[in-house]
């Protein structure tokens, strides 16, 4: 997991190739426009605080799973050593499903578990602290401009110690997605057109910036990059639509479908 900077951000236009550093304590960006019943995907990391011991027992969890997965990747044990692990994370699993279930991020929220806002810096399958799968991607905002810090590790290979194409594109599904919101407007997620310049290593930081071209109807049009040791990986361009009606509605309509 990588650890933004505690040092203050400084401005950085999107043609630039400075990334400005993470927002930590009253270092506040000033510029975020949110809505208030919205989730706020760049709150400082003074804010990020589990909203429940239950939660903040599940990172510390979801991140010994991360660790656990990246060794499993990198090692060579023994047949008999993997047996052994192989029953003992079986065990543990049946215990996991002995406890209440929880299904989704309306799920937690129905049951009480925290806000939207909330259950999603925990769940995302990119930036959930408490999502075993999540890098996570921690992000911020300065001005009109979205930054974001990940570094993928070996779980997540394509390409001999590169990040796999597949890997890159849900970076920027992600992070465009949450970009959007700076306008006001959010929506889903419309098309994608990424333009992988490079390979994009493993195992180092990377650096991610995004901001708002312009907004057309219920469309919202955003730029992105991906840049490792201070060169562009990748670029991306993603169209976003906001739903006629409430993304909730719609879950419900293709369940009444399916049912």
Not at 39 to 62: G, M, S, V
Not at 114 to 135: K, R, Y
Request: proline share 9%; hydrophobic share 35%.
């Amino acid at each position: 997991m990588c650890n933004p900077s505690t040092t203050k951000m400084a401005s950085s236009r999107p043609g630039s190739g400075t990334m400005a550093d993470s927002p930590t304590g009253s270092d506040k960006p000033s510029g975020r426009r949110m809505l208030e019943d919205l989730h706020n995907p760049f709150l400082p990391l003074d804010e990020r605080t589990p909203a429940t011991p239950q939660w903040e027992a599940k990172r510390e969890l979801a991140q010994t799973l991360r660790d656990y997965t990246e060794a499993l990747m990198t090692s060579t044990p023994t047949p008999e050593q993997m047996s052994a692990m192989n029953q003992w994370l079986q065990d543990a699993t049946a215990q996991l499903e002995q406890s209440p279930r929880v299904y989704g991020r309306s799920g937690y929220t129905e049951a009480g578990e925290g806000s939207f806002g909330e259950v999603f810096q925990e769940v995302g399958p990119l930036c959930g602290h408490s999502n075993p799968i999540a890098p996570p991607l921690e992000m911020w905002a300065e001005g009109e401009t979205a930054y974001a810090r990940v570094t993928m590790g070996w779980r997540y290979e394509g390409p001999p110690g590169c990040v796999h194409g597949g890997f890159v594109a849900a970076l920027f599904d992600e992070f465009l997605g949450m970009a959007q919101f700076m306008g006001g407007h959010p929506g889903m997620t419309g098309t994608l057109t990424i333009r992988y310049r490079q390979p994009t290593p493993l195992n180092v930081p990377l650096e991610m910036s995004a901001w708002i071209d312009r907004s057309e109807g219920r469309k919202t049009f955003v730029s992105g990059k991906i840049e490792a040791n201070g060169h562009v990986t990748a670029e991306c361009e993603g169209i976003f639509i906001r739903p006629n009606q409430p993304v909730t509605a719609l879950r419900d309509a293709v369940m009444a479908e399916k049912s």
